[in-house]
């Protein structure tokens, strides 16, 4: 499906300040919020007990409140909505040496005179646990951007790596805003947000890239902006299709499919957005700011393709016993 024309270029690069201007204006939102605010980590990461309530009728949460700070181990926590008013989720951070069965009866007997209800979960989670699942999902994430900084090095140069991940940077910084101005609680699928915005940024980054390499190769121009505005409107129909039907998918996710995955579908609306039009006006025009010659990527390909044909050149000597 082509929604834009092929014969015409659009130009990119000529409007890519404007762009460029809200994004640093959003990085730094982004970290002024994270700094005043900081992550809400949750159970998963900060250790705790979570305890999901279901009544017949809205929740009396204030009446809830009185009963269960009654006991000690329920001081200072928290009850909020969970999707419906009749769906809570009770917080705190100690955790019990009992199981949860054991747990949700006590809940049960606080609650008593507060309405029909049943406990429909708890979650436990020791704060060594937590602290060990922090660790470990900073570091799934360092090591995945080391990883996407040697492929793309090896795969095209080091000026189009060192582009790619401060696209990625500027992804990841607008996402983790978005989580802290919302509220949302930081956990394990949130993470696995964070890590699937990584891979589908970088896609459709690699997408606009590949195309301008090739581009590079074939075109008689010298001109790295007119050689960017080519590629990106050769690859726009593609981009677009993409992201929109991503999106879609994704929007139904977040608004239908319950409180659990909310924050899940939330990180992913930002990233699918901030990560389309990134790989366009952030990445592409870094190139430019890199340094990145369109005079010398070329002699570079013409020795490589040299040596290419005298390798095959001597390995048909070597077949014909020339050699």
């Given at each position: 499906?082509?929604?834009?024309?092929?014969?015409?270029?659009?130009?990119?690069?000529?409007?890519?300040?404007?762009?460029?201007?809200?994004?640093?204006?959003?990085?730094?939102?982004?970290?002024?919020?994270?700094?005043?605010?900081?992550?809400?980590?949750?159970?998963?990461?900060?250790?705790?007990?979570?305890?999901?309530?279901?009544?017949?009728?809205?929740?009396?949460?204030?009446?809830?409140?009185?009963?269960?700070?009654?006991?000690?181990m329920f001081a200072n926590a928290s009850i909020?909505?969970?999707?419906?008013?009749?769906?809570?989720?009770?917080?705190?951070?100690?955790?019990?040496?009992?199981?949860?069965?054991?747990?949700?009866?006590?809940?049960?007997?606080?609650?008593?005179?507060?309405?029909?209800?049943?406990?429909?979960?708890?979650?436990?989670?020791?704060?060594?646990?937590?602290?060990?699942?922090?660790?470990?999902?900073?570091?799934?994430?360092?090591?995945?951007?080391?990883?996407?900084?040697?492929?793309?090095?090896?795969?095209?140069?080091?000026?189009?790596?060192?582009?790619?991940?401060?696209?990625?940077?500027?992804?990841?910084?607008?996402?983790?805003?978005?989580?802290?101005?919302?509220?949302?609680?930081?956990?394990?699928?949130?993470?696995?947000?964070?890590?699937?915005?990584?891979?589908?940024?970088?896609?459709?980054?690699?997408?606009?890239?590949?195309?301008?390499?090739?581009?590079?190769?074939?075109?008689?121009?010298?001109?790295?902006?007119?050689?960017?505005?080519?590629?990106?409107?050769?690859?726009?129909?593609?981009?677009?299709?993409?992201?929109?039907?991503?999106?879609?998918?994704?929007?139904?996710?977040?608004?239908?499919?319950?409180?659990?995955?909310?924050?899940?579908?939330?990180?992913?609306?930002?990233?699918?957005?901030?990560?389309?039009?990134?790989?366009?006006?952030?990445?592409?025009?870094?190139?430019?700011w890199l340094k990145f010659s369109v005079e010398?990527?070329?002699?570079?390909?013409?020795?490589?393709?040299?040596?290419?044909?005298?390798?095959?050149?001597?390995?048909?000597?070597?077949?014909?016993?020339?050699?």
């Open positions: 499906m082509q929604i834009f024309s092929k014969d015409k270029t659009y130009n990119f690069m000529g409007k890519s300040l404007p762009f460029i201007i809200l994004s640093i204006l959003m990085i730094l939102s982004s970290y002024i919020i994270l700094g005043s605010k900081g992550l809400n980590y949750g159970i998963d990461f900060s250790g705790g007990t979570i305890v999901q309530v279901k009544y017949e009728g809205p929740a009396p949460i204030d009446k809830m409140r009185e009963q269960i700070s009654v006991d000690k909020t909505e969970f999707g419906s008013p009749d769906e809570v989720v009770i917080r705190f951070m100690s955790s019990s040496d009992s199981v949860q069965e054991d747990l949700g009866d006590i809940v049960t007997e606080l609650l008593q005179g507060t309405g029909s209800f049943e406990v429909r979960r708890v979650d436990i989670v020791g704060p060594k646990v937590g602290g060990e699942l922090r660790e470990k999902g900073i570091m799934a994430m360092v090591i995945s951007i080391i990883a996407i900084l040697i492929y793309i090095t090896i795969r095209f140069e080091w000026r189009f790596a060192v582009a790619s991940i401060l696209a990625l940077v500027h992804d990841i910084s607008i996402a983790i805003g978005a989580i802290v101005l919302f509220n949302v609680d930081v956990n394990l699928d949130i993470l696995a947000a964070l890590l699937t915005l990584l891979g589908y940024s970088l896609n459709d980054t690699i997408i606009v890239f590949d195309r301008i390499r090739e581009e590079v190769k074939n075109s008689k121009s010298f001109d790295l902006f007119e050689i960017i505005n080519f590629s990106i409107s050769k690859t726009l129909s593609r981009t677009l299709l993409t992201s929109l039907t991503t999106f879609f998918v994704v929007l139904t996710l977040w608004a239908f499919g319950g409180e659990i995955i909310h924050g899940f579908g939330l990180t992913l609306l930002v990233g699918i957005l901030v990560g389309t039009y990134s790989s366009i006006f952030v990445a592409s025009p870094m190139l430019k010398d990527y070329k002699k570079k390909e013409s020795i490589k393709e040299k040596r290419k044909i005298e390798k095959e050149k001597m390995r048909a000597q070597y077949e014909q016993g020339v050699v």
